[in-house]
């Protein structure tokens, strides 16, 4: 069956440190896109891609990059980690058809201290 | 900027009530979609709504979509304790295929 993987599921990293987080689907989707979930906000768009080396800034983008060489993954990165960036990461992924409901990961809980 | 805003923030009904959560959004859309998520868990799809008047029923649950209020709304009848999750919604602009998300309204069912 078609999925979306996150990788990690759990990481702490120190303050300064670069992190990556590994995203990886297999509905051969066109739009994957990042989130960050945080209590009082709901979920904040952070990047998203349209397709093989489309990306785009979301709500949230600052400190936040992702790079798209392929169609299966989004990584993104925190280039210098920072506690405000604390928070529930999930990816996610959708066909480029309207109407077309998002298929999410299962999350990536990531702590910076 | 497109904007979505829920209300309420929390519910806690008891169970056999009734009651709606609104999503009110800032700019022209007709596609708005409505997730659940358990506790610690991902977001799961419950309805697409892709048109005025679209009106979807799962169970206990029923939404519907008025494009010219730009409100949408889930109902909940009859609530039951397995409904308490938090619920989104999430609009797509019109000429985009992002999703901005709604606060959520996180939905406690006593028994």
């Known amino acids: 069956d078609a999925e979306i993987t996150q990788s990690p599921r759990h990481k702490i990293t120190e303050t300064g440190r670069q992190v990556t987080l590994a995203c990886h689907q297999t509905w051969n989707h066109n739009n994957m896109f990042w989130y960050r979930q945080d209590l009082g906000h709901g979920l904040r768009l952070i990047h998203y891609s349209y397709g093989v080396h489309d990306t785009n800034k979301g709500e949230v983008s600052d400190g936040y990059s992702v790079s798209r060489s392929n169609t299966e993954d989004l990584p993104l990165t925190l280039e210098s980690a920072a506690s405000s960036q604390t928070s529930v990461y999930f990816c996610?992924?959708?066909?480029?058809?309207?109407?077309?409901?998002?298929?999410f990961g299962s999350g990536t809980q990531l702590s910076v201290l | 900027e497109l904007k979505v805003e829920q209300n309420p923030l929390f519910l806690s009904m008891q169970e056999g009530k009734n009651y709606t959560i609104y999503c009110n959004y800032s700019t022209t859309s007709d596609r708005l979609y409505w997730y659940r998520q358990d506790p610690g868990k991902s977001l799961e799809s419950l309805f697409v709504l892709l048109s005025n008047g679209a009106v979807k029923q799962e169970g206990r649950l029923m939404a519907s979509l008025d494009t010219k209020a730009r409100l949408s709304t889930l109902h909940i009848t009859a609530a039951v304790h397995d409904l308490s999750a938090t619920y989104f919604c999430?609009?797509?602009?019109?000429?985009?295929?992002?999703?901005?998300f709604g606060t959520g309204t996180r939905l406690k069912v006593l028994a």
């Open positions: 999430a609009v797509q602009a019109s000429g985009t295929y992002k999703y901005i």
């Open positions: 996610a992924s959708s066909e480029d058809n309207t109407g077309s409901k998002l298929f």
